[in-house]
């Protein structure tokens, strides 16, 4: 069973910054591809950002972040990050972190990720 426990989350202005984390208590955990994902209220779960396993040379970013927020991976520690700079009000939902224990290339779909963590909230007024 692999656990994933988000942190990081909280209530930023338009144009501030926030860094999340992800901790994987797997100690596999630099062969899973691992990816965030987001959900808005009255919306479905959406792709934000990927990395893929061992180095995380590979990464994937939805248009709507690309240049304003970094996906990485720490796999001494065990943990992803997301830095999310320039902040804009839509950028307000839960946050998850997921893991993805397949071999192939990283992915943008919700069903490619087989283990999820429990989300935090990011909020970011205007």
Not at 33 to 45: L, V, Y
């Amino acid at each position: 069973q692999v656990q994933l426990v988000e942190s990081g989350g909280g209530l930023v202005q338009a144009g501030g910054s926030l860094r999340l984390a992800c901790a994987v208590s797997q100690r596999t955990f630099s062969t899973y591809r691992m990816g965030w994902f987001r959900q808005a209220p009255g919306k479905e779960r959406e792709f934000v950002a990927a990395i893929g396993w061992w180095s995380g040379s590979t990464t994937d970013y939805a248009d709507s972040v690309k240049g304003r927020f970094t996906i990485s991976r720490d796999n001494v520690e065990n943990t992803i990050d997301l830095q999310m700079n320039s902040l804009k009000p839509e950028d307000t939902a839960v946050y998850y972190c997921a893991a993805d224990l397949g071999d192939g290339r990283i992915s943008r779909l919700v069903r490619d990720y087989d283990y999820w963590g429990q989300g935090t909230q990011v909020t970011v007024s205007s």
